[in-house]
């Protein structure tokens, strides 16, 4: 079936696509309709977000299971303590409470963004408020690609994973769009409900092979990647053979040649790989010819692209 989505993330000759990783992670605090709206503002036409849901069902745009100390205030002003609820332990108007505006600088985490801008009374929004904004007519040409977050506690349940799915795909044909949409995940079971439950959006099969490092303070999503004992050679086959349309590889995983590239253009998967921050990486993956670059700074990523008479939009 010819998807919509695929020619919005598809790489063309003097396009490489540029995907707002969390909004701009590096610049404004992740997962936040503030981040959101200042990412659409510079032109980045397409946005990774990740959500999960909260106890009463809402889903939300969050990316840890927990609250995470390093980047939640509570209704005081302070950072959380060790030991904070998880998002689907909370109810969505008790999660309202907490504050996402800042990071802590002191934290592991708050030193990997020193540039993100403090902002306070900042709350974790839900998908529904992402899409309203989207449904705007100046927002037409805006796709996503949608991560769902499978909880690495729940993983044999298959209940829980489908009402996770559930409520996210109805979000979207609530809103209206799934032409727009683009469902992505590390967890390949919960990719292949996403298949079942809605075919009319692309599967997007996210990888990182186990020799390189999780991202320091943060959830890593290792557990629920069925990748262990694959090379980068391997993964464009596994993924179409799992139906997908998108490979998501974790750039450090292609660097070293572009052979994996030309299986997956082979295979018809468009290839967009994650989180690709530092301008010497950036330049690397435009040499490689990916399809779509993931990133934190898409600042960064213009400029580089312009740089080398490229862009990121076809017109
Ligand atoms: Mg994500």
Request: proline share 6%; glycine share 8%; with cysteine.
């Amino acid at each position: 079936m010819g998807y919509p989505q695929i020619p919005a993330f598809a790489g063309a000759p003097g396009v490489i696509r540029l995907i707002g990783h969390r909004g701009a992670r590096g610049v404004l605090p992740e997962n936040t309709m503030e981040g959101f709206e200042f990412t659409l503002k510079t032109g980045v036409e397409l946005l990774e977000l990740d959500v999960t849901t909260t106890a009463d069902g809402v889903a939300v745009i969050t990316h840890n299971h927990r609250l995470t100390p390093s980047m939640v205030r509570d209704a005081e002003g302070q950072w959380l303590q060790a030991t904070p609820p998880k998002v689907s332990a909370l109810s969505f108007a008790e999660l309202q409470q907490y504050d996402v505006g800042g990071l802590d600088s002191s934290s592991a985490y708050g030193r990997r963004f020193p540039d993100q801008a403090f902002l306070s009374n900042i709350r974790i929004p839900r998908l529904a408020d992402l899409l309203a904004l989207l449904q705007q007519p100046a927002h037409q040409g805006v796709h996503l690609l949608l991560e769902i977050k499978s909880d690495p506690d729940l993983l044999s349940d298959t209940a829980a994973r489908r009402a996770l799915v559930g409520a996210v795909v109805s979000e979207v044909r609530k809103a209206n769009l799934q032409p727009r949409t683009v469902l992505h995940s590390f967890d390949w079971d919960l990719l292949a409900d996403c298949q079942r439950l809605a075919p009319e959006m692309p599967a997007s099969f996210l990888t990182q092979l186990p020799e390189n490092a999780a991202d320091v303070g943060e959830d890593s999503s290792k557990a629920v990647n069925p990748v262990a004992g694959c090379t980068a050679l391997d993964l464009p086959a596994r993924v179409a053979a799992a139906g997908g349309q998108f490979w998501c590889p974790y750039y450090l995983d292609i660097t070293a040649d572009s052979l994996s590239l030309s299986l997956a253009r082979d295979l018809g998967l468009t290839t967009v790989v994650w989180t690709v921050n530092e301008p010497e990486d950036i330049e690397r993956m435009i040499d490689l010819g990916v399809d779509a670059i993931c990133s934190d700074y898409p600042g960064r990523v213009q400029r580089l692209l312009l740089k080398r008479g490229l862009h990121w939009r076809a017109n």
